[in-house]
């Protein structure tokens, strides 16, 4: 009686769902796969484990390094080991590392030191000594009132306070502004209190500058600005060697094969190379291993995507974006840049609280509904929507080639960027929770874009992409890093 019953219920049962129509039945299937990935980050996470296990027994990622190339076997093997398909993405690289460097200077009758660290891609050999011209913020106005002709020049990484109505410039293109004006060295001045030095590359593509350019901290800073007011004869002598050499780095891609549209790809990604200093927990341990847990996450629910999921950590990111700039001009080359959809990218992205659209309003609507989606369960979950388009990490080489990306608003705690590219960027900073909240928001986004049955945002063609640059002001910033493809 009892097995009659339970066919009877069956029964019943495939009926009413035989009665829903196409679109409730794929709801229900999408709710279903939805949670399906949220249990395996609830209740599988490894993203700090695996973070944590990466920095204690390998230390910093630089690229072209031993320790980088140890970084891309240990992300292969995690993925590997978590059920993916795994592939290297090799690609050649001039791999730059310091040795030595020292700042003095002196007003003919002291010499002081300064603790300083040289920024990359600096020259091999440097040694020059001239006076210091300070040029504030190093900004394009600052440098057109100062002669800096066969000088040191002097100026701020980031803007101060009461600077809240400028537009800062990225390293490298301040560093551009300074050659292009002649000068014949950089002292940059960092901002954090604490005598934190930075170090960050100022090429963005990866080739090394004419002069010396260094970093000091906004103390020493302070007292270097002091000096020279009382004596605008003040020298200073930059001396630096560091080394230069061929080698390959390699991206690290893990793919699940979607079963309606195999040939069509949604990719996210993170670079995982990081400076020397420390082992860039923050920057960008936490993007790149919630990438992997997010793989992992998918992969392991069992649920069947649609469209391939591609997941990609990068190498050569510090360096300009040298991996990712690789991986879509290898697309290009082989008409089939169509093939990407749509590419998420996570740089220092933790305890997120919205959505970077990059300029493609038209998708609005639908990371509104999935806001919305998300404040179902994560009340914490702001659902800012921002549309500025953004520079200098890797969705750019995708955004130049029309390609719609997306990237995150964090909220991560402001101690941990007072230590960006610093010495301090260790495993300290991190915040397990934080980690775990990305890896649920953007696995769950990165389904929900799945499971869409058209993408109102397409690939822009090269006019529409030049168009939508210079609307979004960011032309002259682009010609001084290089990134500008078109007439100027």
Known sequence: MRSEFFKLLLFLSALLFSCKTPEERKKEKIMKDLNMIYQQVQTGFTGYKDLEECCRTIGHRLTGSPNGKKAEEFVYQKLLNYGLQVRYEPFSVDAWNRNKVFLTYSDGKFVDTIPCVAHAFTPIVADVVAPIADVGNGLASDFDSVNVNGKIVLMNLYLGKNDSALKNLHRSEKATLALNHGAAGIIFINKPEGDVL?????SLKGKVIDIPAVCISVEKGRLLRFHLKENVNLKTHIFMENTLEKATARNVIASIRGSKYPHQKIMIGAHLDSWDLATGAIDNGIGAFTVVDIARAIKNSGVTPEHTLEFALWMGEE?????????????????????????????????PIGFELEGRLEMEEVFKRYSDFIRGHRPDFEGKITSDI???????????????????????DKEVFKY??????????????????????????????DQEDSLKAKRLTDTQVKESFEKGGLKEEMILSGDWKWEK
Request: cysteine-free; proline content about 2%; overall charge negative.
């Open 390 to 412: 953004n520079l200098h990490s890797d969705h750019l080489p995708f955004a130049l080639y029309g390609i719609p990306v997306l990237q995150f608003t964090g909220n991560l």
């Open 420 to 449: 960006y590219h610093s010495n301090k960027d260790l495993i300290d900073l991190v915040n397990a929770d934080h980690l775990r909240k990305t890896s649920e928001i953007v696995s769950l986004t990165l389904y929900l874009l």
């Open 319 to 351: 360096f300009g974006l040298l991996g990712s700039t690789f991986h879509v001009s290898e697309l290009n080359k082989n008409n089939s840049t169509d093939s990407t959809l749509y590419y998420y990218n996570l740089d220092m992205t933790g305890n």
């Open 198 to 202: 930075l170090t960050g590359t100022v």
